[in-house]
C-alpha cells in the first residue's frame, strides 16, 4: 500500500530558486495537508485543502503556495526560495471533516522532503 | 484556539523500563487527542486516539494514554520500552471549528539504551 507518496525526497537549492514538492494519496481521502517540521516546533500547518478544489491557509503560509491538482493531488510551491525556509516538509491526508463539527479522522503522513536552502 | 505542550524535549530510558510522556492541551471546549510516533527519517504514525467514552486509551506496540479533563492532560505511558521505541512522540489535538486541523505539541524524542 502507498499510501502518501512525496516527491522528491532530498532537495538543495540556493536563494531565490523555485521549485514545487509534491505529493499524491491513493486513499480515496478528500482533505490534504502541507506542514513543515523544525526542531524543537513539532509541525506547523502551511496550507490545507478540505476538498477537492478548495483550498486555505494554515498557521505559517508566507512564502508558499499550493495546488490541489485532483482529488489524488495536492503540490506546494516556494516561488523564491529563502534560508529560513530550510525545513522537513510533510504532506497528509485524511477523510473528510464532519460539516458542521471537527473531526475525529487521523491524518495519514507520507515519509516527507528534506530541503536544504543555501 | 487551541495549544499543546509536551513537557519534555527529551526523554533518556533503559530498556525495557517504563516510559512516560506527557502532554497538556489548552482549550476552553471538547477536543480530540492524539499521539503520533515518527521514526527517524519516517513519516509520523497514528499511536492512538481519544474521542470520547473511556478515558484510558490503548494504542499500538503498548503504549496507552490516559485523558483527564481537570488537569488538561493526555499522558502516555508504556511499561517496558524495546530499543525498537526510541522515536519523537507528538502529542496533538483537534478543536471544533477547526475542521480536521491539527494542532501538534513540540515533540518528544525517546531515546531507549541498551
Known amino acids: 500500500n502507498a499510501g502518501v507518496t512525496q516527491t522528491p525526497k532530498f532537495q538543495v537549492l540556493k536563494t531565490g530558486q523555485s521549485m514545487t514538492l509534491q505529493c499524491a494519496q491513493d486513499?480515496?481521502?478528500?482533505?490534504m495537508y502541507w506542514y513543515r517540521q523544525d526542531p524543537g516546533m513539532g509541525l506547523r500547518l502551511i496550507y490545507y485543502?478540505?476538498?477537492?478544489?478548495?483550498?486555505d491557509k494554515g498557521e505559517v503560509p508566507n512564502g508558499y503556495n499550493v495546488s490541489r491538482l485532483n482529488k489524488r493531488e495536492f503540490s506546494l510551491r516556494l516561488e523564491s526560495a529563502a534560508p529560513s525556509q530550510t525545513s522537513v516538509y510533510f504532506c497528509a491526508s485524511s477523510e473528510a471533516f464532519r460539516q458542521g463539527g471537527f473531526s475525529n479522522q487521523p491524518q495519514h503522513f507520507g515519509d516527507g522532503t528534506r530541503l536544504s536552502i543555501l | 484556539a487551541q495549544s499543546v505542550t509536551q513537557l519534555d524535549s527529551q526523554v533518556p530510558v533503559f530498556e525495557e523500563a517504563p516510559v512516560e510522556l506527557r502532554c497538556n492541551y489548552s482549550s476552553s471546549v471538547s477536543v480530540y487527542l492524539f499521539w503520533y510516533v515518527q521514526y527517524p527519517n519516517q513519516g509520523l504514525q497514528l499511536l492512538l486516539k481519544y474521542l470520547s467514552g473511556s478515558t484510558l486509551v490503548k494504542g499500538i506496540n503498548g503504549f496507552e494514554a490516559e485523558f483527564n479533563k481537570s488537569q488538561t492532560s493526555f499522558h502516555l505511558r508504556k511499561p517496558s520500552v524495546h530499543i525498537s521505541d526510541t522515536a519523537e512522540y507528538f502529542c496533538?489535538?483537534?478543536?471544533?471549528?477547526?475542521?480536521?486541523?491539527?494542532?501538534f505539541g513540540g515533540g518528544t524524542r525517546v531515546l531507549v539504551k541498551p
Open positions: 486513499m480515496n481521502h478528500n482533505s
Open positions: 496533538a489535538v483537534s478543536a471544533p471549528g477547526a475542521g480536521n486541523k491539527l494542532t
Open positions: 485543502s478540505a476538498s477537492e478544489g478548495t483550498t
